[in-house]
């Protein structure tokens, strides 16, 4: 069971050692009623008890336990507000409150963690006997953190980082949903150092970035095209601009903020806008030809990410509002500038890039109305993947390998049925043989259920809300393509050649 | 007369009092040939003479000075390596050089400062007498940064922010070159309330910048069709897709990095990308919602900027490399994604934001090749305008106004001949009469001249290279045809109604 112990020290504004009597009645009722107002009927003894108080000066000490209902911080919370009602009778207000001492007994973390579990702020010690952890929390931990939530969030923390351990690289569980057939392959090289070759590409001097030349940029909008022709018009899609720079909002209410960190482009903007703020940083420039990196680290601050996974921007299009029913389901589609992403392992010609060009598919509207529409643009993705590019690719089924754990918890439940990702992998033959080698991720398509709506306050004016989206980059669409098809116009699909320009690219002497 | 005074210390890793003879007679070859050689002939007097020497345990001191030509830092190099000659002779080489005085003396600055001029860097001191400038170096000067080219750029900019004094504020010179006919206008609102009023764009969390809906989109995709129709293909351009993040080697070749810090979007990415590093970041979220931006300054490394003038990143395509004659001119644009500009005057509404689309247009060819095409897409640009848009628009030559004042020098310059800039700008009813509010900046087209090639190291087999470009943002493009011509698609030109699909934009409860 769940132990809360807490120690507390009320400053007032005025000395309080006169009015113990005044104290002393508020702090007797909240014991009795206020500790357990909200309990469940028969367990009022796992809500908050007062255990002692003292008062010195215009200091009040407060010693409270508790189990699980009613949290000692919590109760410390509604007495202080009680407290205060007191303020012109006792011509005293609460000034400050500091926690002395808060320990979690017993978080059941329901694995036995094989690694020590920490916490980086308000935790001094977590101690793991078993299942269960022991949680001190640390002085630096405020009133203004228990009442933004932060007890509670810690708590849960410690346990995810426990269940983390387990899940750590393993990976996601794939189900084989269907494959096409086996191809003809027309080449057996890597397309990208093909293309660099040919100067259709050419590398820049950031990792992981191309400047597309023209026969590149032809070949990305014939596969455009291929898509609004085949995908978008047909199933009412029609295009938007999202945004591709993410103000922290974005990732703070879609949830990225928790983990992105390691993955993210950041982006910084100047403190103070002026050129007199910034001479010294033009001087530097000026006098030795090198960037003055840390008087630019001084002078900036940072405002958001460069956009990662294309649609949570968009999200701020209709957010807090209620869409009327007229207006869904919305089908829209972004293609209107790159997204980031900082790769730790490293990056492989176009098949791997950190500046990517990517149609972004978004849908939303009735749980029914998703799934539905997942389930045709996943059918015009396949059509287009296996039929007009004739390309050799496997439709997947994944789920992250806790979710596949908890499977039947999970399936049963009925909010989050039809909640899944399709991925579309391609054989790059330059790999090696097509059951030793792996294959290209080029696309996926999910239906994300009630995540985004909830995030950012959408809703719908005729029930339940969800949105799925899907997307693929076409640098890897490219790179499958070529990997497959080779660099022989003549030999290319008639839905491909009739749509591109193939010239000479420029020469270099 | 400019005079150069140095003093420095040149330590040796072996004591050198016993080789005085050795160094004596290289010093004394030096004074009278290595630090005159180069000079023009019978201004041997102006360069750099030994003053004095001594000689203590590791220790050589030495006195140069010098007018303008061998300069007296110069000559110290010179020096170094000459002894450096000698090591296997005295067994000892030169580990050490101090810089114990520098001063520039006489800096002419052909103007006298109004304000104190001040550098950041290596120099401790300049004294302004008229108009001209004594230069005292700092102790942190050292070798390096002459070896570097420092002490020039430095009196350089010593010299420029003079100038820049006079400059400062006064506006480039604008001429008009032409107008079109005073047009109809058939709306006197802001259109950018309107289009948030209809839901066809949405302010985002982020300052300047917008989501644009569909039918805003598909206004967008008009112009973007009517510019390839009537302008690039006609005209042979081709599309390419420029990077948009801009590592530092980019604004260190095209010199934006010599001024545009107050205006600039940020790039950082993390130093360390392992998932561990970031821990505390990501606890602070998940314990706070909020985001800790002080260990993200931690952790992550400037990398570059975004896109700002959008042509720059596409020299990495070309450089270092001679163009074969037979790919010249070259004419490309791209529109693969947004650009950024840090506005220090404040964003309003569509007619100035941070992250803007536009258009780039680029071509490159001999002189007289680019100055042809630039009058091309002149014409072009100009007949999209006022005649299929018809829009009541403006032409202007602009030129800095520095260079007015050099008007002769510049202009019987050959080298420069054909450089220069063309502004269209466009009447805004909504911000009054025509002769009384300012007109909006939508486009601009320019001979840029040898500029980039230079910068980016790019040659023509053929002999000069030029560059030109020009764009223009769609947000000033759609804000400019609206201001004129309304919400009502009834009454807007026949080019764009057959390219636009208006439907209902998403309804709110």
Redesign the interface.
């Known amino acids: 069971m769940m132990l809360f112990e807490l120690e507390a020290a009320l400053e007032f504004s005025n000395d309080i050692e006169g009015q113990k009597g005044e104290i002393e009645e508020v702090l007797v009722n909240a014991d009795k009623e206020l500790f357990k107002r909200g309990a469940p009927k028969g367990k009022e003894n796992e809500a908050s008890q007062l255990r002692g108080w003292s008062v010195k000066g215009r200091v009040l000490n407060v010693s409270i336990v508790s189990g699980r209902y009613v949290r000692a911080p919590d109760a410390l919370l509604r007495l202080r507000n009680q407290l205060n009602l007191l303020g012109t009778k006792i011509k005293a207000g609460i000034r400050k409150v500091e926690i002395k001492k808060l320990e979690v007994k017993g978080v059941e973390l329901g694995r036995e963690p094989k690694q020590p579990i920490?916490?980086?702020?308000?935790v001094d010690k977590i101690e793991v006997k078993g299942d269960k952890a022991d949680i001190k929390f640390s002085p630096s931990l405020t009133v203004d953190?228990i009442e933004?939530g932060?007890v509670d969030?810690?708590i849960?923390?410690v346990v995810e980082k426990a269940e983390r351990q387990e899940y750590e690289g393993k990976a996601e569980i794939k189900k084989l949903l269907w494959e096409s057939k086996t191809k003809e392959m027309l080449f057996d090289k890597d397309p990208s150092s093909e293309l660099e070759g040919i100067n259709w590409i050419?590398?820049?001097?950031?990792k992981g970035?191309?400047?597309?030349?023209?026969n590149?940029?032809?070949l990305?909008?014939a596969l455009r095209e291929i898509l609004v022709e085949e995908l978008y018009k047909p199933l009412g899609f029609?295009?938007?601009?999202?945004?591709?720079?993410?103000?922290?909002?974005?990732p703070?209410k879609s949830g990225h903020?928790?983990?992105i960190?390691?993955?993210?482009?950041?982006?910084?903007?100047?403190k103070?806008?002026?050129?007199k703020?910034?001479?010294?940083?033009?001087?530097?420039?000026?006098?030795?030809?090198?960037?003055h990196?840390e008087s630019?680290?001084r002078?900036?601050?940072?405002?958001?990410i460069?956009s990662y996974a294309q649609c949570p921007?968009?999200w701020?299009?209709?957010e807090g509002?209620?869409?009327?029913g007229?207006?869904l389901p919305?089908k829209?589609y972004d293609w209107?500038?790159?997204t980031?992403r900082?790769e730790?392992g490293g990056t492989h010609g176009i098949a791997r890039v950190e500046?990517f060009?990517r149609a972004e598919t978004l849908f939303i509207g009735s749980p029914e109305e998703v799934i539905k529409i997942e389930k045709e643009v996943e059918e015009k993705l396949t059509f287009i993947l296996d039929e007009l590019l004739d390309l050799e690719v496997r439709k997947y089924s994944v789920i992250p390998w806790w979710m596949s754990q908890e499977g039947e918890k999970k399936l049963s439940d009925k909010a989050n049925e039809g909640v899944g990702t399709v991925d579309f992998e391609a054989y790059l033959p330059y790999r090696g043989e097509r059951e030793k080698s792996e294959w290209l991720e080029i696309q996926n398509i999910s239906v994300i259920g009630e995540k985004y709506p909830k995030a950012f306050s959408v809703k719908s004016?005729r029930g339940e809300l969800w949105s799925g989206c899907g997307g693929g980059s076409f640098e890897r669409w490219i790179c499958t393509f070529l990997a497959q098809k080779g660099f022989d116009k003549e030999k290319w699909p008639a839905e491909v050649v009739k749509r591109v320009?193939i010239?000479?690219e420029?020469?270099?002497?």
């Open positions: 920490k916490i980086a702020f308000y953190v933004g932060g969030r810690i849960e923390l050419r590398r820049t001097h950031a970035q191309f400047v597309y030349g023209r590149f940029t032809s990305v909008n029609r295009e938007m601009i999202f945004p591709k720079f993410e103000p922290w909002d974005v703070k903020a928790k983990s960190y390691p993955d993210a482009y950041y982006v910084m903007v100047p103070v806008s002026s050129p703020e910034w001479e010294e940083t033009m001087d530097y420039f000026r006098i030795t030809g090198e960037i990196k630019i680290m002078k900036v601050e940072p405002v958001g460069l921007p968009f701020q299009f209709l509002r209620v869409v009327k007229e207006s919305l829209v209107s500038g790159p980031y900082n730790a500046e060009h004016s320009k010239e000479d420029v020469k270099f002497a």
